[in-house]
């Protein structure tokens, strides 16, 4: 992708403007998960080291628009970030209109986005007024990319200079490294509750890659495209035709999607529900399926050791209750352990992740979810086009 790049710029006392993804999770006043923060510093740090004069926004919850309230708004966000610069970082509250300074080599947070009238219509006026407060604006908002925002799409449209930071940069690189030029094979592992949410995908990737795995809910409706009994699993009966046709399409071009022949139930989701060990094709009728058994989690490892290329998106069972873990903890492992190059994102995925604390041994992890899904479609994404556009 030809966008221009952060690092090919000259800073030095030019007002840059950065649109970071800082939307984490905050109790009583505190950060309580601060990967995205962590993951956004690079682009960060080198601006204030360039000797920048540094303004960050992100969006953070969802305020309503034009209300500013203290649970949304980023001073616990500021805190952070001042100690990981060891020195004070200023919340500019009403900066829409200017009317503040910021001095080389000093780092401002501007408060939330959202709270901005105009911001998320991607109103011309509020991002006009946006791009005047720079020089350069900065997209490193890789987990926005799919919105066409006042602050991830309208300023890149106005500012004199808008190029791409440090994350943004990698998380392009490393999805388009596994999707557009992927070693094989190429293993696809979609998890989630529901076929219709990640239907989508589901088509695209079936026409990419070599094994598409399917975890969780969304396994259900294809075990039962398979002829199985799921009980009272979480299924979408609507979509068991389009399981059918997506397997035959697989198998028409020597690709597979596999399906489970052991499977883990209980009678209640529940953290106390003892867990129950069945072949496939022996589920009851009051049976719920929680998880893969460990011949079906031996294939995936098989698979997932033999990949050139892994993309992983979403846990294969109820990994939360440790008795329905052991699939996605099988795949977790086998990740760490192949010498594919792996790719994973989503938050549920980045959850199983940190639970089976491999976080160091996956090759790349996208802290985006929407964004994530929809390159993974094939889409474009509105923040990234623009950038395209620019660098024209």
């Not at 969802?62 to 500021?78: D, I, K, M, Y």
């Not at 500019?92 to 947070?109: T, Y």
């Not at 791009?131 to 604006?137: E, N, Q, T, Y």
């Not at 940190?354 to 976080?359: L, R, T």
């Amino acid at each position: 992708m030809s966008v221009i790049k952060l690092i090919d710029l000259d800073l030095n006392n030019k007002r840059v403007f950065i649109r970071a993804d800082l939307n984490v999770p905050i109790k009583d006043g505190k950060v309580t998960s601060d990967a995205r923060i962590a993951a956004s510093m690079a682009t960060i740090n080198h601006c204030v080291a360039q000797g920048a004069r540094v303004m960050v926004t992100s969006h953070l919850g969802r305020p309503e628009e034009g209300v500013w309230t203290a649970e949304n708004s980023l001073q616990p966000v500021a805190d952070d970030i001042a100690k990981r610069l060891g020195k004070p970082v200023r919340l500019i509250k009403d900066w829409m209109d200017g009317g503040f300074e910021v001095a080389a080599g000093e780092l401002v947070v501007l408060e939330n986005c959202r709270i901005n009238k105009g911001e998320k219509k991607n109103n011309e006026e509020t991002a006009r007024k946006y791009a005047s407060l720079c020089d350069i604006f900065v997209m490193d908002a890789f987990g926005t990319a799919h919105r066409a925002e006042a602050s991830t799409h309208g300023i890149a449209q106005y500012a004199p200079v808008a190029c791409a930071g440090i994350l943004l940069t990698e998380e392009l690189d490393a999805l388009t490294k596994a999707l557009h030029e992927p070693a094989r094979p190429m293993v696809a592992i979609v998890g989630g509750s529901k076929v219709s949410t990640k239907l989508t995908v589901l088509e695209s990737l079936s026409e990419k890659v070599d094994q598409l795995v399917v975890g969780g809910g969304i396994a259900n409706t294809f075990l039962r495209a398979a002829g199985h009994n799921v009980g009272k699993s979480l299924c979408e009966d609507d979509l068991v035709p389009v399981a059918k046709s997506l397997m035959d399409k697989m198998q028409a071009r020597n690709a597979t999607i596999p399906i489970a022949v052991d499977v883990v139930v209980g009678k209640n989701f529940s953290a106390e529900e003892p867990a129950v060990l069945k072949a496939a094709d022996n589920v009851a009728d009051d049976d719920m399926i929680f998880d893969i058994g460990p011949k079906s989690a031996q294939e995936l490892v098989d698979i997932i050791m033999q990949a050139g290329t892994v993309v992983w998106n979403g846990p294969v069972g109820v990994f939360e209750f440790d008795q329905f873990g052991e699939g996605t903890r099988a795949i977790a492992k086998a990740i760490a352990e192949t010498s594919a190059f792996t790719l994973a994102g989503g938050g549920d995925t980045i959850a199983a992740i940190q639970k089976y604390d491999i976080y160091d041994k996956v090759s790349y992890i996208s802290t985006a979810g929407g964004a994530f899904l929809e390159f993974l479609e094939g889409k474009k994404l509105p923040a990234v086009e623009i950038l395209e556009l620019r660098a024209r």
